[in-house]
C-alpha cells in the first residue's frame, strides 16, 4: 500500500513546534508509504529535505507556488508526474505567466517555465538526488542563483536575497529545516520555549491563551 502525497497548506517550519514534532514523528513512523508532501500558504517555491528525530533525511517535502502576484511573483503552478504503479513521484513541470507580458498582450500567457529534473540536472525527484542537489546550491553560485530564481516565482525578490549574505542564508535554510527548531539551529540563533509555543528573533510567533499548556 502506498499514500502517495499528503497535502497541506502550511508547511511544519512555521507551525507550533509541539504539533510540528508529532507530525514529523508520524512522517518518519510512515515514510515507507509517505510519498511527498505537498504545501502552499508562502507564495514561494521550493523543496525541504524533512528530517527525523535523528536529523537523517526521511521524505521530500514540496512547497508549491501560488496563482497570486502577491510579494511581485509571477503566477505559477505545478503539474506533478508520478509512476503508475508506485505513486512515486518522478518530476514536475512548472507554468508561469509574466504579468508585464500578459498585460501588453492583453490575455494571460501561459508558459513552461522549467521541469525540474532538466533545471536543475538530476536525475529523480529522490531525496538523494535533493540532497546532491543542496550541496551544489551551497557550493556553486549559478546553481543557487537559479534556485533563488524560481525560489520567488521569477519575480523580483530573488536579486535581494542572491545578493545580500544573511537573506540568502535564511533562505538556504528553508531547503533544510523541517521544523522551527532545526531553523533556529541553520541560523544559529536561539529557539525560546515559551509554555507549548517556540519562537525566535527572525519570526516571532505570540503564544495565545488557547495555546498554552495547563498546569496540574
Known sequence: ????????HVQLSI???????????????????????????VHQNYFVVMRGYKKQPISMAYV????????????????????????????YV??????????????????QSYRFTDYFHVPSLSINS????????REDEKIWKKAL????????????????????REAMCDYESSTITQKAECLDVPAREFTDCFFYEYFPL???SWQRKVKN
Open 149 to 168: 530564481f524560481v525560489k520567488y516565482q521569477e519575480g523580483p525578490k530573488w536579486e535581494d536575497y542572491f545578493g545580500d549574505e544573511a537573506k540568502g
Open 206 to 208: 505570540p503564544c495565545k
Open 64 to 91: 508549491c507556488p501560488s496563482l497570486t502576484t502577491h510579494t511581485f511573483n509571477h503566477p505559477t503552478f505545478r503539474v506533478f508526474e508520478m509512476e503508475r504503479d508506485t505513486y512515486r513521484l518522478t518530476d
Open 15 to 41: 507551525l507550533i513546534i509541539a504539533w510540528a514534532q508529532r507530525f514529523v514523528a508520524l512522517v518518519e513512523r510512515y515514510a515507507n508509504i509517505i510519498r511527498g508532501l505537498i504545501y502552499g500558504h
Open 1 to 8: 500500500m502506498y499514500l502517495n502525497g499528503m497535502v497541506s
Open 94 to 111: 512548472q507554468h508561469s505567466m509574466n504579468v508585464t507580458k500578459s498585460n501588453i498582450v492583453g490575455a494571460p500567457q501561459w508558459d
Open 130 to 137: 535533493h540532497l546532491t542537489l543542496l550541496k551544489k546550491m
